[in-house]
T-cell receptor, first 116, second 116 residues
Framework: EAGVVQSPRYKIIEKKQPVAFWCNPI?????LYWYLQNLGQGPELLIR????????DSQLPKDRFSAERLKGVDSTLKIQPAELGDSAVYLC??????????????FGPGTRLTVL | QKEVEQDPGPLSVPEGAIVSLNCTYS??????FMWYRQYSRKGPELLMY????GNKEDGRFTAQVDKSSKYISLFIRDSQPSDSATYLC????????????????FGSGTRLSIRP
């Protein structure tokens, strides 16, 4: 069974440029998460989707970040414009049913963003 | 003060040693405790989870939770070079009605190196 797929794996951009990350969750998983992981830190939740509905986006900086999950499968996270402080790893995770506390989250390998 | 505190290490031990990894937390609402392993350039993967207090064993791994002290531990017996990774503790509240799967709070991770 294929895991969570993310692309690109690495991205280097100049500040003020836009950037987008793509995630394909595990087949059949209804819940999708985007996390931000800074160097030497644990992941921090940005947004959670239940199917195509964003049910928790309280930590998403909405002035520059946006996300969508059309048709409740793939998801895209966008930053426009990027700032130096956005350099981090952006992780996507999926789970079968996010409402169950024992629902395991499976993480993708992440996209490592460097903003110059 | 962070809700979850974890010593970043690095921790280096010889092969075969017993490893002890620990986290402390401040939120008494946490009831669901997890340990994730993260290899370099990979996403975190769930190793073990424990609900409320007590011990849980899975092969060479034992997770302990002491809610009275707000302290959790992961022990690795007969450590192997393949155990070299960053270990992240994580926790969340639990209970009917919580959308708690999205409220996982991660520690910053402990880098572990097992010397052959």
């Amino acid at each position: 069974e294929a895991g969570v797929v993310q692309s690109p794996r690495y991205k280097i951009i100049e500040k003020k440029q836009p950037v987008a990350f793509w995630c394909n969750p595990i087949s059949g998983h209804n819940t999708l998460y985007w996390y931000l992981q800074n160097l030497g830190q644990g992941p921090e939740l940005l947004i959670r989707y239940e199917n195509e509905e964003a049910v928790d986006d309280s930590q998403l900086p909405k002035d520059r970040f946006s996300a969508e999950r059309l048709k409740g499968v793939d998801s895209t996270l966008k930053i426009q414009p990027a700032e130096l402080g956005d350099s981090a790893v952006y992780l996507c995770a999926s789970s079968l049913d996010g409402l169950a506390v024992t629902d395991t989250q499976y993480f993708g390998p992440g996209t490592r963003l460097t903003v110059l | 003060q962070k809700e979850v505190e974890q010593d970043p290490g690095p921790l280096s031990v010889p092969e075969g040693a017993i490893v002890s990894l620990n986290c402390t937390y401040s939120n008494s609402a946490f009831q669901y405790f997890m340990w994730y392993r993260q290899y370099s350039r990979k996403g975190p993967e769930l190793l073990m989870y424990t609900y409320s207090s007590g011990n849980k064993e899975d092969g060479r791994f034992t997770a302990q939770v002491d809610k009275s002290s707000k302290y959790i531990s992961l022990f690795i017996r007969d450590s192997q070079p393949s155990d070299s990774a960053t270990y992240l503790c994580a926790m969340s509240p639990a209970g009917a009605g919580y959308s708690s799967a999205s409220k996982i709070i991660f520690g910053s991770g402990t880098r572990l190196s097992i010397r052959p």
